[in-house]
């Protein structure tokens, strides 16, 4: 059972930190996290990575610190998973003659928008059956630290500007963000969401 444990959360780390990789090489996180050894393998991501479980192990010390972590670990999973799913719609007007291996078909893309909503739905009612009723705005806070990390790597770190092998991905020169096709929708978006989760964790209540 402890061999077990210890791998799936080796194998979880290991997508993580290779997730915190390709932030740093995109332009969203910190550039010492862009660091591989000799071999290829991210380590200084996977360092950050170790500590930051350890931190929330600390914290999961006990029934009510378990449930707490758990909690504001969904809180984070839906809002990303939002996010992504309404960026398909977003990527496919803003960056539709982009080359691609596969292209997913345009029903697929509005029937992950509509699965976007339902899980915001799902978000604020689901948040409240943790039996902690500050669950819901503490997964904000954890997740709205993301914020001054980006506002460090992009206006600190690159000056405003994103890598040129981000933007070469997206089609686009160096120093050109490419017209916005999408508009205000993308704003929309979510707005809508963020109404969803607050109506959905205002309507449904726990029985006594």
Request: proline share 4%; charged share 10%; glycine share 10%.
């Amino acid at each position: 059972m402890i061999m077990a444990l210890f791998l799936a959360i080796m194998t979880a780390m290991a997508g993580s930190s290779r997730t915190l990789y390709q932030g740093s090489r995109d332009g969203w996180l910190p550039k010492y996290l862009g660091q591989v050894n000799d071999h290829g393998a991210p380590t200084n991501a996977m360092w950050t990575d170790l500590v930051f479980n350890l931190f929330l192990l600390a914290l999961a010390s006990d029934a009510g610190g378990y449930f707490y972590v758990l909690a504001i670990s969904n809180v984070g999973y839906l809002t990303f998973n939002f996010l992504n799913l309404n960026a398909g719609w977003i990527h496919r007007i803003d960056s539709g003659h982009i080359f691609r291996p596969w292209r997913a078909p345009t029903f697929i893309i509005w029937f992950n928008t509509f699965l976007a909503f339902v899980n915001a739905l799902l978000l604020g009612a689901g948040a409240k059956v943790w039996g902690y009723s500050g669950a819901l705005w503490s997964g904000v806070f954890f997740a709205a630290l993301i914020l001054p990390v980006f506002w460090y790597r992009h206006y600190y770190q690159d000056g405003g500007k994103f890598p040129p092998a981000a933007l070469e991905d997206l089609g686009l020169d160096d120093g050109d963000m490419g017209e916005r096709k999408a508009g205000i929708w993308p704003y929309l978006a979510l707005l809508l969401g963020a109404l969803i989760v607050l109506w959905a964790n205002w309507f449904f209540v726990l029985p006594e």
